[in-house]
């Protein structure tokens, strides 16, 4: 059931192309032994088409059928579990628990959109009813609600081959939309890609969907993913990686005769402040959180709490030292790919020698070009704030420690900062005064702000935003995470006296979803 092809996934057929590349082991800086296709433009435009042919079939089904179809990917994924996790550690590093993990979350992620679409509110059904004796005007019956936008184009991410993936939080929120979806897999985890694409493709069979609902394309040059932008057929693009990729992407969108939604999010190095009461109460408890936050998953997240802020004094003394300590024993650990490796070397390398800053840990030199080990760097406040260079996300573990002289500078140092995921203040009750002359700047600059945590580990919920200003993201409204994802790929469409044998099912008279609506502005699930 499990076994790697090496195919591409279009229109339900898997299809080989001629030249082949295999993914590589970055634990042992091997190859692994399947050879997979590379995608190319001709492929892409047939997975685009299929998507489009049943892009309207696929937005009008009945919502328990989409919901019974996402449910069973992932029973699907979780049949294929342990060839997954097997595959997924051969071609990224990543250990088996974490991996198994990431799956845990991405197969309940599907089922947690399954269950928010049966509830009904993520249509945004409101219905003003006709005011025919209004004077001086009568008022037209007027509903809206919301419908899918048409075929998206994914790309997965490198740092989560499922979570951020095939069947990930872009594809889950797209399908549960009612969007057919086209993965443009990403180069480094081929193989991982195609099982999760094996289970979605067993998934459309068992529910009888049609095949165009869902395409995998392997990585081809940067041409395949250029034209799946471009396609008039695609009406959105969600896509985790980097901010140049992303950027070329995002231009590309936006510079079509059909300019398209595109949702990248891009990096973010996540300031952590640390305020004055409480790090003379447990300086070196929270210097232990933040260098496990620093180094989980070798530093690829994309909340890696990668600036740290506060205050000069013995307090941020005895931080350095036991965030140093620890920090210089973990051992050398393989990152995803040879060129996020060799990015993290060359940037850390480069600070480590740049007369700006002081090294207080320097990257341990390793015999496997995929291997790094963390790397700190320490500025004052007058240096960081006239070297907005320093501010670019650093994709490993790596951080700056910035000193600041008083609250106004680190308030200053808090209003100044680019656009960024998360924000975290470590506080006590005593630090709430300081603290809240921080907020406006951290809700302004950032989509989630914490506090006494570390913003590594994105909860999968209602309430949670992954995103923010841009570099954060390219749409600072939208989430990737959570619930509020389906809104990204639907639109609202207003409907005028219309009879209600043409309505939408949610904005019939009879209320046949039973969902809430927000009927002449009050909330409710009658009918009409
Ligand atoms: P990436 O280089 O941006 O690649 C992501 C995806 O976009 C891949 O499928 C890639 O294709 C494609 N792509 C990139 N640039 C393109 C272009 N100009 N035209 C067409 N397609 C393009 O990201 P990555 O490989 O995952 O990691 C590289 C860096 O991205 C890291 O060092 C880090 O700085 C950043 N990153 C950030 C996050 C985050 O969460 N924000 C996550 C991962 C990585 P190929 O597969 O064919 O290359």
């Known amino acids: 059931m499990s076994s790697l092809t090496g195919k591409h996934l279009i229109d339900g057929e898997w299809i080989a192309t001629e030249s082949g590349f295999k993914s590589h082991n970055p634990t042992n800086n091997t190859e692994n032994e399947t050879s997979f296709s590379h995608g190319n433009v ?45 595959i997924g550690q051969a071609e990224t590093a990543l250990p088996a628990s974490r991996l198994e993990g990431e799956r845990g979350r991405t197969v ?60 990930g939080g872009d594809t889950a929120s797209a399908l549960a939309a009612g969007c057919p979806v086209v993965v443009k897999a990403h180069s480094a985890h081929p193989g991982t890609t195609e099982l999760v694409a094996q289970a979605i493709d067993a998934a459309i069979k068992t529910c009888n969907f049609p095949s165009g609902v869902f395409s995998m394309i392997q ?18 693009v969600g896509f985790t990686g980097s901010l140049a990729g992303g950027r070329a992407l995002f231009d590309i969108a ?15 190095n996540n300031p952590v402040f640390l305020m004055p009461s409480i790090m003379s109460e447990k300086a070196d408890a929270i210097a232990e959180g933040w260098a496990a936050s620093l180094t989980m998953g070798v530093g690829q997240f994309c909340t890696n709490p990668g600036i ?12 350095k030292t036991k965030a140093i300590s620890i920090l210089k024993d973990i051992a050398p650990q393989a990152m995803l790919t040879d060129r996020i490796a060799a990015a993290y070397a060359n940037t850390t390398k480069a600070l480590a020698g740049d007369n700006r800053l002081t090294c207080l840990l320097s990257t341990q030199d390793t015999n496997n070009p995929f291997c790094a080990t963390p790397a700190i760097f320490e500025i004052d406040y007058a240096g960081w704030k006239a070297n907005s260079d320093l501010s670019e996300e650093i994709f490993g ?94 639109r609202p469409v207003c409907y005028q006296n219309m009879p209600d044998d043409l309505l939408p099912e949610a904005l019939k008279n009879a209320n046949p979803l039973g969902i809430q609506r927000l009927i002449d502005g009050v909330w409710g699930t009658n009918a009409l």
């Open 108 to 167: 309940g992620q599907l089922r947690f959109f399954a269950e928010w679409i049966e509830e009904g509110s993520w249509l945004g059904a409101r219905i003003d009813t006709a005011l025919p004796d209004r004077a001086p005007l009568p008022r037209p019956d007027i509903r809206v609600s919301n419908k899918a936008l048409g075929p998206v184009a994914v790309f997965g991410a490198s740092n989560f081959p499922l979570a951020f993936s095939t069947a």
């Open 397 to 490: 573990p790596a951080a700056f420690i910035v000193e600041c002289d008083n609250l106004e500078q680190m308030e200053e140092l808090s209003a100044n900062l680019i656009g960024q995921l998360t924000t975290t203040i470590q506080m006590n009750g005593e630090d709430t005064e300081a603290a809240r002359n921080l907020m406006p700047h951290l809700e302004r600059n950032s989509g989630r702000v914490l506090v006494n945590g570390f913003p590594t580990g994105v909860e999968v919920c209602h309430a949670m935003v992954h995103g923010g200003p841009y570099p954060a993201s390219t749409d600072s409204r939208s989430t990737s995470v959570g619930s509020k994802a389906i809104e990204r790929f639907v």
């Open 254 to 268: 936006a510079s079509r005769p059909d300019p398209i939604p595109f949702y990248g999010e891009l990096g973010s």
């Open 42 to 86: 001709d492929l892409m435009d047939q997975a685009a088409q299929a998507a489009a042919n049943c892009a309207e079939t696929f937005a009008s089904l009945p919502v328990k059928a989409r919901a019974d179809f996402i449910r069973t990917i992932a029973d699907e994924i979780d049949a294929r579990g342990d060839a997954i996790t097997e």
């Open 308 to 319: 740290i802020v506060g205050l000069k004094g013995t307090e941020l003394d005895s931080f």
């Open 219 to 236: 990585g081809g040059d940067q041409s395949v993913g250029q034209a799946i932008v471009k396609h008039p057929a695609i009406k959105a």
